[in-house]
């Protein structure tokens, strides 16, 4: 396998592990596990338990997110996913046979009242103290079982998370790998043929990430203030200035059809923009960005 590119990673922070988020907004929707050892069932004697949690919001998604659950029953590696949390942060029908589509078991949360991007997976992960997390959109299309390759990457000492090579509907790179936010990448975005991956990432967009339990607990999972962006920028953020590696699988692969709600509609603009004002004011970004200028300095002096 190539190497897989990598921030420069720093010396691994310790860590107190954060409580779990409540989850009193969402109720679950009956016990939809299996008979007791079905999910174990396709694991062989001596291999890995299942250990990979996967969450994944809907919002009205309901057709996006069984054609999801039906390429991850089909195409991930047997005994990999130890369950599948689906939100449904709106009511929504919901196909009778989702909890009984593939040998791990399918847990359904109802929301009472519709939640941010943030809380919605903080609440779906709650209990995850070991193994690997994994927060998936449900527009995704998989290309091959990028599952296991990325869950491969994030159990390497020092990694806290890892993100595949993101693909537009014409297999281009999508801008999903992007170099620190800044106003001016924000309006780069917005022109015509600017919207391109970056080739020294500081960070990677939240549509389909992979983690460490272990690390997501530490960092506290995403900040609950960004209602619907920048949490992933966030979440990147603190991640490297606690010491951990953010990191790219480019053989794992997946489509994604973006959904820009901002540009369509008021409500989410605003929220973007609220969550961009306060990012660019936070000490994470400070720090965040003074980190970065720190490392870029031995290479700005050689160049000199």
């Given at each position: 396998m190539a190497p897989i590119p990598r921030t420069k990673p720093l010396k691994p922070a310790a860590f107190t592990p954060s409580e779990p988020a409540p989850t009193d907004a969402s109720e679950p929707a009956g016990d939809s596990r299996p008979p007791p050892g079905e999910a174990q069932r396709a694991t062989a004697p001596g291999a890995r338990p299942p250990d990979l949690t996967v969450s994944i919001v809907s919002h009205g998604q309901g057709a996006l997110v069984d054609r999801l659950l039906r390429q991850i029953a089909r195409q991930t590696?047997?005994?990999?996913?130890?369950?599948?949390?689906?939100?449904?942060?709106?009511?929504?029908?919901?196909?009778?046979?989702?909890?009984?589509?593939?040998?791990?078991?399918?847990?359904?949360?109802?929301?009472?009242?519709?939640?941010?991007?943030?809380?919605?997976?903080?609440?779906?992960?709650?209990?995850?103290?070991?193994?690997?997390?994994?927060i998936l959109n449900?527009?995704?299309?998989?290309?091959?079982?990028?599952?296991?390759?990325?869950?491969?990457?994030?159990?390497?000492?020092?990694?806290?998370?890892?993100?595949?090579?993101?693909?537009?509907?014409?297999?281009?790179?999508?801008?999903?790998?992007?170099?620190?936010?800044?106003?001016?990448?924000?309006?780069?975005?917005?022109?015509?043929?600017?919207?391109?991956a970056s080739t020294a990432p500081h960070w990677y967009a939240g549509m389909c990430l992979v983690l460490p339990a272990a690390v997501w607990r530490a960092v506290g999972g995403f900040d609950e203030r960004y209602r619907l962006y920048c949490e992933d920028f966030d979440l990147c953020a603190r991640l490297r200035l606690a010491g951990w590696a953010l990191v790219q699988q480019p053989q794992a692969r997946v489509r994604h059809a973006a959904q820009r709600s901002s540009h369509r509609s008021l409500r989410p603009l605003a929220w973007h923009l609220r969550s961009l004002a306060r990012v660019w004011r936070s000490p994470v970004y400070r720090d965040y960005r003074r980190l970065l200028r720190a490392e870029a300095a031995p290479t700005t002096s050689a160049k000199g």
């Open positions: 590696a047997a005994g990999l996913i130890r369950r599948v949390v689906v939100t449904l942060n709106i009511p929504e029908p919901v196909p009778a046979d989702w909890t009984t589509l593939a040998a791990f078991p399918v847990d359904i949360l109802r929301n009472r009242e519709p939640a941010g991007f943030a809380a919605n997976h903080n609440r779906a992960l709650a209990g995850c103290a070991d193994g690997l997390v994994a449900p527009d995704l299309d998989l290309q091959g079982d990028p599952l296991s390759l990325l869950a491969q990457a994030a159990r390497e000492a020092g990694t806290g998370l890892v993100a595949p090579l993101v693909l537009q509907d014409d297999g281009q790179p999508a801008d999903a790998a992007r170099s620190l936010l800044t106003p001016g990448s924000v309006i780069g975005r917005l022109l015509p043929g600017r919207r391109r």
